[in-house]
């Protein structure tokens, strides 16, 4: 497909590592939550890689399975997570400036991510919602449509499709950004433009097969391009 810039109305992005650099924390609480458990295998660094684009409960409900027992690893995680990393998840180089171009040119913006938008967490509301608003750029987005939104997540087109209905417009119209092969075969499953983000240089998860992005963007400001934005 060619793309015509003027179909687009609305630009989806992923969180962890498209919009926020997430994994560096993650990798820690992971690490973390294993050592807790006695989880010696897999390592954090596998589990990471095998892991992108799902849900991290269902991985971690899979560690448990295979250990016979409930490792408690998801409450382990979310324990160091969001005390001592969650808040350290700076927006990669560029993407403020993007978004808030994307925005000034008449672009609706949703957040479509497997993480909890919000939960409550030792007192706290915690979750994507939480961590937009720190990054100073939610108030930018239209929408976010977080994990506990649908049933199925990411490769499931069940997220991009319920954000393209709240943002009242077609598939087509949509383009979904992200670095994991989970957000580009949602995108392709939900019929909307797919863009790689491999800025963050993130293991983009296991292969889909015959998954393949409508285009990839190296840096943010590439994503303007795309969009036939030009400031």
Known sequence: MTLDPTNIKAVLFDFDDTLAETLPGRQSA??????????DSPTADE????????????GFMDISNSYGRDLD?????????W???????PLFEGVREAVLSIHSHGFKLALVTSKIRSFNFQGRALGAQYQMEISGINHLFDILVGGEDVKLHKPD???????V???G???DEALMIGDSTADIGAANAAGCWSCHAVWAGTPPGPPLEGIRPDFVAEKPSQVLQILGIVD
């Open 157 to 163: 087109p069940e997220s991009i499709k319920l954000a």
């Open 83 to 89: 005390t001592a990393e969650a808040d350290n998840s």
């Open 165 to 167: 209905r709240k943002l």
């Open 73 to 81: 690893l998801l409450n382990l995680y979310r324990e160091r997570y």
């Open 30 to 39: 992971v690490q973390y939550a294993f050592v807790a458990a006695g989880v």
């Open 47 to 58: 589990f990471l890689k095998t892991v992108n684009g799902r849900t991290f409960n269902q």
């Open 169 to 171: 417009i077609t598939a």
